[in-house]
């Protein structure tokens, strides 16, 4: 078996994003990418996931020029509109009110940099989620309790953001998290990284 010699960084200062890599049990370290995240004119939800998850990790190549370099990046789309981070309570409370009874769909761009070579591989993961009709109540309570405001959509759906869904269509839901690991998998195996 080809045993991996670069150093794996993830591109991202998210402690979710950190402890589903982890799960790989591959060795690796973090450090946030420090870049503009705003849309472009024009710029479909799908185009912007996978240029940010690109520039996060084209971010860090500079001061690891030997590193395989992971970047991600999350949106949430309900009526061909991207709900990102709400960043406030006020937002979060709109953005499940608006994502009450309905369906909405995470995409989540993944990029593989292998800042040795140059060689990027990316994609755009799919994930849909059927919200169930929630009260102001329930809204403002689990606002209060899991604090989601640095989450896409004003959920965490490891916590108890699993009780505002109906039903998940998607065939990783790890990519619902940030972080889409089937699809790393394979991003890791075609630059000869051994998976326990």
């Known amino acids: 078996m080809k045993q991996r010699s670069q150093p794996l960084i993830l591109a991202s200062s998210s402690p979710f994003r950190r402890e589903l890599l982890g799960k790989l049990g591959l060795a690796f370290d973090h450090h946030g990418p420090?870049?503009?995240e705003s849309a472009?004119?024009?710029?479909?939800?799908?185009?912007l996931v996978l240029r940010l998850a690109r520039a996060k990790a084209a971010a860090l190549a500079g001061n690891h020029p030997d590193a395989l370099i992971i970047g991600s990046d999350q949106v949430a789309v309900i009526d061909d509109e991207m709900l990102g981070k709400p960043g406030d309570r006020d937002t979060a409370v709109a953005q499940l009110r608006r994502a009450s009874g309905r369906t909405v769909t995470f995409l989540t761009g993944l990029c593989l940099l292998n800042a040795e070579t140059g060689r990027h591989q990316s994609a755009c993961e799919?994930?849909?989620v059927h919200f169930r009709r929630l009260r102001d109540t329930q809204i403002e309570r689990y606002i209060e309790l899991e604090q989601p405001l640095n989450c896409a959509g004003s959920f965490k759906s490891e916590g108890l953001g699993i009780?505002?869904?109906?039903?998940l269509e998607g065939r990783d839901p790890n990519a619902l998290v940030g972080l889409p690991l089937i699809l790393l998998t394979d991003f890791l195996a075609a630059e000869g990284v051994t998976l326990p």
């Open 34 to 36: 420090d870049i503009d």
């Open 40 to 47: 472009r004119p024009g710029e479909t939800p799908t185009e």
């Open 126 to 128: 799919r994930f849909t």
């Open 163 to 167: 009780v505002l869904f109906k039903s």
